[in-house]
Nanobody, 115 residues
Framework: QVQLVESGGGLVQAGGSLRLSCVAS????????MAWYRQAPGKQRELVAT???????NYKDSVKGRFTISRDNAKNTVYLQMNSLKPEDTAVYYC?????????WGQGTQVTVSS
């Protein structure tokens, strides 16, 4: 079955960096688009970044120039490199797969950015 396991979250000061990882299994990783979402307390889950099977990427406007999504198909892993972090980036970050009309989610990893 499909599994998505996020890691790499933590506590950082504003201006710092983190790299999130999502290890995937249970499907043909290389032919599927992947995404990162985040959800802050009391707010809706929002799309942060997407990456296609051909490495085309898109980003939420507020993270453009700071975050980079990438993938390593040999490792079945998608990454989110986060630089110049701001307190408003604080959220639980989730890996996402949409496959055959069904959405799959990881358990999430907490990112906290202190001011």
């Amino acid at each position: 079955q499909v599994q998505l396991v996020e890691s790499g979250g933590g506590l950082v000061q504003a201006g710092g960096s983190l790299r999130l990882s999502c290890v995937a299994s249970g499907f043909i990783f290389g032919i599927n688009a992947m995404a990162w979402y985040r959800q802050a307390p009391g707010k809706q889950r929002e799309l942060v970044a997407t990456i296609s099977s051909s490495d085309s990427t898109n980003y939420k406007d507020s993270v453009k120039g700071r975050f980079t999504i990438s993938r390593d198909n040999a490792k079945n892993t998608v990454y989110l490199q986060m630089n110049s972090l701001k307190p408003e980036d604080t959220a639980v970050y989730y890996c996402n797969l949409n496959r055959r009309g069904y959405g799959y989610w990881g358990q999430g990893t907490q990112v906290t950015v202190s001011s």
